[in-house]
């Protein structure tokens, strides 16, 4: 998990991660390979990535099921029905195979954000990015996607997130690290992190963050 104050640089981070930004210094080693070296097939490395946006960009004029089956068939190579039988294994995984023939507008945020999911975990990515996948959610609905997370994390996929959200980031992380500025200033695990850190910065913005829940 990766948490800082707004504008320190967590987001810019996830993009640099996955070459949507190209970095200006250093290297990214994924898969024991350095991404950011010149001739790296960037769609190749990007199919390994799902990642999840915070505003959670579904296609609105399709189904749920067809904004999951879209990158089978266009980049996995899918046929159509091989397409919707993963499509449908994934959905049932989150609680959403009664969504299935539903459009984006007809969901709530919990389940917009649900489905952004399942369409970037139907790619079988070998990381799985989130944005801040909580931030544009009320509390209950943000509760039900923190519930998702969480059993994804006790199923052992390997995540990166994004989050201000402490409640998210206890339940999900193996560890967090804390930036502020650009720059990684602490890493521990989310206990010592949140309750017993000297950094005067890090104390301030927990509790910044408990002040507004």
């Given at each position: ?16 991660l996955?070459?949507?930004?190209q970095p200006t ?5 994924f898969k ?9 097939d ?19 004029h399709?189904?749920v099921?067809?904004?999951?089956t879209?990158?089978l ?20 995984r989150?609680?959403?195979i009664?969504?299935?023939?539903k ?5 709530s ?7 952004a ?16 996948p ?11 996607v ?18 201000h ?22 890493e ?6 949140f ?8 104390k301030?913005?927990?509790m ?6």
């Open positions: 998990v990766v948490m800082g104050t707004s504008g320190c640089g967590k987001s810019t981070l996830l993009r640099c996955n070459l949507l930004l210094s250093g290297q990214i080693i024991g390979e350095d991404i950011t070296r010149p001739g790296v960037i769609r190749k490395v990007r199919e390994d990535i799902g990642f999840v946006f915070q505003h959670f960009a579904l296609y609105r399709l189904t099921e067809e904004n999951v879209l990158g068939r266009k980049l996995k190579k899918m046929k159509a029905k091989e397409a919707v039988q993963k499509a449908s294994h994934e959905l049932e989150v609680g959403m009664e969504h299935r023939g459009y984006p507008a007809q969901l945020g919990g389940q917009k954000q649900r489905a999911i399942v369409r970037a975990l139907a790619m079988d990515p070998a990381v799985l990015f989130l944005d801040e909580t931030s544009a959610l009320d509390p209950e609905m943000s509760r039900e923190v519930t998702v997370i969480n059993k994804l994390f006790l199923e052992n996929v390997t995540m990166l997130c994004v989050t959200d402490p409640f998210l980031a206890k339940y999900i992380s193996d560890s967090i690290i804390f930036m502020d500025e650009g720059m990684v200033v602490a521990d695990i989310a206990e010592r992190l309750y017993d850190h000297a950094d005067e910065r890090i301030h913005f927990f910044s963050v408990i002040d507004h829940r």
